[in-house]
């Protein structure tokens, strides 16, 4: 079998040519006007960023040509598992190929095999106290772990330009297998657990994660974790994704650009909507119970309006239909009905207020063009039903997305993109723009 070193390098020469075609023939010519709205509205609508392993429409997500459920039928599966395969999808993502089952499984290990942390680090990282948030011990790690940098030491003794993506998939690998060891050591650490289970390569990453957090026999948990990473590797030039992009454009090296992504994801209009969204919820069952009318959410959400709030889990700055991972979600929900009378209503209660909340959106936020929810509505919800604690949904999916991004980063340095340096104008350069 390939290794994901082998297929990378198979697509690299295609790829490249491209890159050289379009730099050459077309180089300037133009693909679209620039408005002042682009400009004045954070870039909304400007097709100005290369990115390799998605294509993000204002309808869909799809990956080197395929939608998500294209990919769900066509990737392998973990053995005895019916969830898409986070290892699959990342291969995917890095190759544009499918990957056989025993590829997967190769490529699984070796990324678990890489997780194992230097000594001095798991001190750094027990040192550290437990009354900091997660995602701040998760990210003051990773800046610690830059040292083990292998891009970094090639960049600093000389490694052609040409070679430099091979150190940058050798980090990004250990970074797979890191990041959620290093996520899972945190709960454990905040629980009281132990703190010095490793992975085992015979487990995939989701199996491993789950040992580690003490929910090693809970399968259900397990497959959605399987699934969640799928579906969160990768949405485009996301808030969180951008961040790493920016910042490893100037060949930041993996661990610092991951750790920037964590920080880009603790917004409340981006990833941190995924904690808000359960406790918005959890607020809406103690305050309506469990299964409030279409009157009892409406007069709810609209004082939640009125006061000035965002209403976590709906909206999007790019889609403009239902976030297409919400259905995938949903049916997880269908084919693995939680047995707890609780979590069940708390989870129906989510799905009425799904389909009540958009038509008071469409109501009272005339201005706002997507009122249908995002996968934030229910992602974080299902997993707080699981038992894992709101403070370490940000950590649970910057593991995926950390993950996902790479794949962008090593294509950036095979490619040989250029750091990012957009022209900036003040608004009265824009005037006089306009007016002359
Ligand atoms: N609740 C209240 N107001 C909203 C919401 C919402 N959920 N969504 C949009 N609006 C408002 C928005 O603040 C803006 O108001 P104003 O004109 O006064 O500035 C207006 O509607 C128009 O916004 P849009 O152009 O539709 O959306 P925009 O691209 O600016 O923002 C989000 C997109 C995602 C930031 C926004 O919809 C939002 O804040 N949603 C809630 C937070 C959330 O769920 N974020 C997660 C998104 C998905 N993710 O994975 O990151
Ligand atoms: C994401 O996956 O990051 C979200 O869909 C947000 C976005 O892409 O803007």
């Not at 998760?138 to 330009?161: D, H, P, R, W």
């Not at 990833?271 to 009318?293: E, Q, R, Y």
């Not at 209660?349 to 009272?364: A, K, S």
Request: aromatic share 8%; glycine share 8%; net charge neutral.
């Amino acid at each position: 079998g390939r290794t994901i070193f082998d297929a990378v390098s198979a697509r690299i020469p295609s790829r490249a040519a491209l890159a050289v075609k379009l730099m050459t023939k077309y180089r300037d010519s133009p693909i679209q006007e620039v408005t002042v709205e682009n400009v004045m509205n954070g870039m909304r609508g400007l097709q100005c960023i290369l990115w390799e392993i998605s294509e993000t429409g204002a309808t869909g997500i799809r990956h080197h040509g395929k939608s998500l459920q294209e990919l769900e039928a066509l990737l392998p599966k973990w053995p005895g598992s019916t969830q898409m395969s986070p290892e699959a999808m990342l291969w995917y993502l890095y190759t544009a190929t499918v990957p056989t089952p025993a590829e997967v499984q190769t490529f699984a290990a070796e990324i678990s095999a890489r997780a194992e942390l230097p000594l001095e680090a798991q001190t750094f990282f027990d040192s550290l106290p437990t009354n900091i948030l997660p995602e701040a011990q998760v990210i003051m790690m990773l800046t610690f772990l830059s040292q083990y940098s292998k891009f970094n030491t090639a960049v600093s003794s000389g490694v052609s330009k040409d070679e430099l993506w091979r150190y940058s998939l050798e980090d990004a690998l250990d970074v797979a297998g890191r990041i959620p060891l290093i996520v899972g050591r945190a709960y454990a650490k905040g629980k009281g657990l132990s703190t010095k289970a490793g992975f085992s390569p015979s487990s995939d990453l989701a199996h491993n994660f789950a040992r580690l957090i003490g929910k090693d026999s809970d399968l259900d948990f397990i497959e959605f974790t399987r699934l969640c990473w799928c579906l969160y590797l990768d949405h485009g030039s996301s808030v969180s994704s951008h961040a790493m992009r920016l910042v490893g454009s100037a060949w930041s090296e993996p661990y610092t650009t991951i750790a920037t992504g964590i920080v880009g994801g603790t917004g409340p209009l981006h990833a941190k909507a995924i904690a808000d969204s359960v406790n918005f919820n959890l607020d809406v069952m103690s305050s309506l119970g469990a299964a409030p009318t279409k009157d009892e959410i409406f007069t709810y959400v609209g004082n939640c309006l009125t006061q000035g709030q965002i209403i976590p889990g709906y909206g999007h700055a790019l889609l403009r239909v239902p976030d297409p991972r919400l259905e995938l979600l949903r049916r997880f929900l269908d084919t693995h009905p939680s047995s707890d009378p609780k979590v069940h209503s708390f989870l129906s209660l989510i799905r009425n207020m799904n389909d009540n909340v958009p038509d008071l959106l469409r109501e009272r936020v005339r201005g706002m063009k997507n009122p249908h929810p995002n996968g934030d509505a229910l992602n974080g919800c299902i997993l707080h039903a699981y038992g894992l604690p709101t403070e370490y949904l940000l950590c649970f999916f910057a593991c995926s997305r950390a993950m996902g991004f790479m794949s962008q980063y090593i294509w950036d340095r095979a490619l040989g993109l250029s750091m990012e340096r957009p022209l900036s104008l003040t608004m009265d350069e824009l005037l006089a723009k306009v007016q002359k």
